[in-house]
């Protein structure tokens, strides 16, 4: 990885939120072995988030009895999630809310997140499944004038970088329809 991953992560579209993050020092560069583990852990959990939350934003106003079933049977899902969520990771044991923003090719966080060596295990934990974190192994690049620090991201291969575009897209398009709902 060189200067071009924060031209890369420049270039991409990123989304700056504020998630339940923690981290580990890791050994750079991470074994193949771990890499593979990851991004098949993290396949997982992009495909889990991207069904709650699309089935949370498909669900329309419709006052037909079968639409109707489906609101209740959404209900029962979205209440079976959060108790899931809550049994697994309770929110005493979370780690605090960090500001951060991120895409395919890497992270800007608080410089508390990187450890010393700057070669770290990123977990980003998102509110629609807490329980199953976004682990990225990834290595300080740059340090920024405000504190924060540029990680770019170990090669996770295109279908895993798709995916966290994707969900990356799905957050924007959410802040997007939110800002005009709130000036309209």
Do not use: Y
């Not at 498909?58 to 609101?71: N, R």
């Not at 049977?73 to 899931?84: N, P």
């Not at 309770?90 to 395919?104: D, H, K, V, Y």
């Not at 800007?108 to 192994?137: H, I, K, N, Q, T």
């Amino acid at each position: 990885m060189t200067i071009s991953s924060w031209d890369d992560f420049e270039q991409r579209l990123s989304s700056e939120e504020s998630l339940h993050a923690d981290s580990e020092p890791l050994d750079w560069p991470p074994s193949q072995a771990l890499l593979l583990r990851l991004a098949e852990r993290n396949a997982n959990t992009l495909a889990a988030i991207a069904a709650l939350e699309e089935r949370r934003a498909d669900i329309g106003e419709d006052d037909s009895p079968l639409m109707q079933e489906m609101l209740r049977l959404d209900a029962k899902l979205t209440a079976m999630v959060d108790i899931v969520n809550h049994l697994l990771v309770p929110a005493g044991t979370l780690p605090p809310r960090q500001s951060l923003r991120f895409n395919a090719a890497g992270a800007l966080l608080p410089a508390m997140l990187v450890p010393p060596g700057g070669a770290v295990l990123l977990r980003l934990r998102f509110d629609a499944c807490r329980s199953l974190p976004l682990e990225l192994a990834a290595r300080a690049e740059r340090q920024l004038d405000d504190g924060r620090v540029f990680v770019a991201f170990a090669p996770q291969g295109e279908m895993l970088g798709d995916a966290i575009e994707r969900l990356v897209f799905r957050h924007h398009r959410r802040k997007v329809a939110e800002a005009r709902q709130l000036a309209g």
